[in-house]
């Protein structure tokens, strides 16, 4: 009797990635009820009505993950084309009655009480549209303008969403995910050059062109920092002394002063603060091998694959992780201005937990498809020991 192939085994890929992921989503619904317990009990709220909900999205966004790994490559470049249009269609939705405006940014819709953030999902549908696109005009992509087109007009628009919004942290995530296509798909340097040229004027242009912007960026980089305390330092400030006053080994899980309505957005956009006062050094290494492992998975998985669609997603998914995981701990440790980008997995936010691990679990489906090795495919394909020994008469 064949049980087909739901028992057959898995690359040790496909193990790293979900493990990984698994085990940073479980952490963060941790530091997640550590971060707005106490708020949430001076609000009048319950004190697990925040992990609640963020547990609600991880209990849905955790067996979508391994539904979508068991979907074929080829589901994936059906898909691309209506995915794109789907989640642009959903972004839109931000300006109309359904969107409202948070902290300057017009990013966020609420449908029957349900807060969602369209931008999330759009990532991921921008990913695969950009890997399809990329993969069909494999052999063309010596020449620019089949780079160019229909590439770059339709990103622009795509990514112009978000922007019109004023989210400037997503935006960069958006087009580091694109950069980070067009690098795996192997275009030649100065096609890529271009891009990456006009990418970085787009940024500098919209960050200069907005006050707000332009008061963070200078608080980030004025030296007396303490002499602004009250107004942009004010977040910056208590983060990093969140992190610091951990020391090696942390206060103690729910010990953390900061998350006592000192540090805005401690549940979110600086939940690696908290993580650092309550775990110390030890907690927030933790943290950082467990994105370092993620990334050695998905990286074997671009390496190992001969499929350039498989490649290109990867490679955007894993851009768009990583870097956004490495600009919340750059903001938090000031090496970055405020962006308000969430870390992945781990922040609160719904969406932004679904949407990250629905694209592992197209990393997921990618990984399914190298090869695997097992000791008796070893065995089998090595010559017996009598016939190694065994001497060929002259």
């Known amino acids: 009797m064949s049980l087909g192939r739901v028992f057959a085994p898995v690359p040790s890929e496909f193990l790293l990635i979900a493990s990984t992921a698994l085990m940073l989503t479980g952490f ?28 609600v999205f991880a209990l849905i966004g955790v067996p979508l993950m391994f539904i979508a790994s068991r979907f074929p490559i080829s589901f994936w470049k059906r898909i691309a084309w209506p995915a794109l249009f789907a989640t642009v269609v959903f972004q839109l939705l931000v300006f109309t009655p359904l969107g409202f405006e948070n902290a300057g ?21 921008l990913a695969l549209w950009v890997g399809y696109v990329l993969f069909r005009k494999q052999t063309l992509l010596g020449l620019w303008r089949h780079v160019f087109i229909p590439l770059v ?12 919004g004023d989210d400037l942290g997503t935006v960069m995530i958006l087009v580091l995910l694109v950069l980070g296509a067009l690098f795996f798909s192997g275009v030649k340097l100065r ?21 707000d912007r332009v008061r963070r960026f200078l608080s980030f980089l004025n030296p007396n920092c303490l002499a ?3 107004n942009d330092c004010y977040q910056p400030l208590h983060g990093i002394w969140g992190l610091a006053g951990g020391g090696v080994f942390g206060l103690g899980l729910g010990n953390s002063k900061e998350k006592f309505d000192w540090l805005p957005e401690a549940q979110s956009d600086y939940i690696f603060a908290i993580v650092g006062e309550e775990l110390g050094l030890i ?20 390496r190992k694959t001969d499929d350039p669609f498989v490649r290109i997603v990867s490679g955007a998914i894993t851009v768009w992780i990583l870097s956004q995981a490495l600009i919340n701990i750059g903001v938090v440790l000031r090496v970055f201005p405020v962006l308000g980008v969430p870390l992945p997995f781990m922040s609160q936010g719904g969406t932004a937990l679904m949407s990250v691990l629905i694209a592992c679990g197209v990393l997921l489906s990618f990984a399914r498809s190298l090869p695997v090795r097992t000791a008796g495919r070893a065995r089998a394909t090595r010559p017996p020991r009598s016939a190694r020994r065994a001497k060929i008469p002259a």
């Open 105 to 125: 940014n017009r990013n966020w819709i609420v449908i029957a009480g349900v807060q969602a953030q369209p931008s999330e999902f759009l990532k991921l549908g």
């Open 191 to 211: 096609i890529f050059i271009l891009p990456l040229l006009g990418a970085a004027a787009a940024v500098a242009y919209f960050a200069v062109t907005s006050p």
């Open 28 to 55: 963060g619904l941790v530091m997640v009820l550590s971060a707005t317990s106490a708020t949430s009990t001076a609000s009048g709220a319950g004190p697990y009505d925040a992990v609640i909900r963020q547990s």
């Open 153 to 164: 007009p339709v990103a622009v628009l795509v990514i112009g969403s978000v922007m019109a």
């Open 283 to 302: 907690g927030c290494a933790v943290v950082l091998a467990l994105f370092a492992l993620f990334a050695v998975g998905a990286f074997h998985v671009i």
């Open 228 to 230: 602004d305390y009250y």
